[in-house]
């Protein structure tokens, strides 16, 4: 890594004339080419394709503002399959081949601040994308996981209803070494505190849906079918595996699910009942933002304006960032919060075998 990482370096220098360094760690290069002579490349690094969101909206999201912004410009695209050391090779890659800024998500924060530093040492500025890496970043576009984390709670609470002895809740966090799943389970027992009882909590590596599939399977036998209450699950895709392994369970009847993302199978399943609550982010503002601050320190120009929050990760104190607003995503406000925001329509929620149910709920006549 350090022989391809030099090379990398050696690139970055070769191609510039002038390096600008920026606060916050950041850097920014000024290369022989312009925008308007096509000399700008800007990486994209998505972590996986188990997650709907990261091929289906935040791929061609990002591209095309980006394109919108500099019709010159080249976007390279990456994705890792959810495995660090691809990702890591990705990332040299594209530092190697000249990219001026780069958009990452990781796959797993900690084992990215390498490729983070590197990034920086070849004077690349790297935007961390909706999961916050550690290392020198430049920028963060995301959400704040913890208030995502206390409203999939209160969704759930909700969604149980007041009894006479607390709930008894299963918790599915992410993967455990990514910050944003500490954050999430971090809001989530914060407003579970003296209302819920844990009886069991999970780590799905990977965000993957098979192993929260797995877990589940492992509570209904640890537990029994009717050993608990409700499932928090961190995000839709786990959500997922979980209600499938419910179902597999013969868990009857099914325990209220929570997630996060809108994915159109969530939506869909809170649409239904399997699923009690989702989180709305808007991925075309989150899209947008990584765009802006990528083209912006490729350039070497301001983030104010783009940037109005900061945040910090373990390395890093007072990244610039933009942090956008989240919303719960309940069968009584699907229409208010999806639909009249544009992100489906009713027709691509309701496909004939659930017209019923959208019916119940709202959606249609």
Known sequence: MRHRG???????????????????GTAAVAHRGTAAEGGLTIGVLLPDTHTPRWTK?????????????????????????????????????????????????PVESKALAVSV??????????????????????AYSG?????????????????????????????????PSDPNAK???????????GKARIVAAYNTTGWIPQNAFT?????????????????????????????TALKAENVTPQPPVTGQDADLAAVRRVITGEQAVTVHKSFPAEADAAAEMALALARGTSLDGIAKQRISNDTTKDIPAYLGTPVAVNRGNVKHT????GVYTVQQICPPKLLSACRDAGLTG
């Open 6 to 24: 030099s090379r990398g370096l050696v690139a970055a220098l070769v191609a510039s004339l002038v390096v600008v360094f920026a606060p916050h």
């Open 215 to 243: 877990n589940t399977l492992a509570a209904v036998a640890k537990l029994g079918p009717h050993g608990f209450d409700g499932v928090y699950s961190a995000n839709d895709g786990l959500a997922t595996g979980i209600v």
């Open 183 to 193: 954050a999430l389970r971090k809001g989530a027992l914060s407003v579970f505190q």
């Open 338 to 341: 999806v639909v009249d925001a």
């Open 143 to 175: 959400y704040d996981s913890v208030a995502i984390g206390r409203l999939q709670a209160q969704g759930l609470l909700a969604a149980l209803g007041h009894g006479t002895r607390l709930p008894r809740i299963v918790m599915m966090n992410g993967e």
């Open 57 to 105: 909206s935040d791929k061609p999201l990002i591209e095309q503002r980006i394109k919108q912004l500099c019709g010159t410009c080249t976007v390279r695209y990456a994705n890792a399959s959810a495995d660090v050391a691809i990702q890591q090779s990705q990332v040299n890659s594209m530092i190697a081949n000249g990219v001026r800024a780069l958009i990452l998500a």
């Open 117 to 138: 530093r590197q990034a920086h040492r070849s004077h690349v500025p790297v935007v961390s994308y909706d999961r916050l890496a550690d290392g020198p970043l430049s």
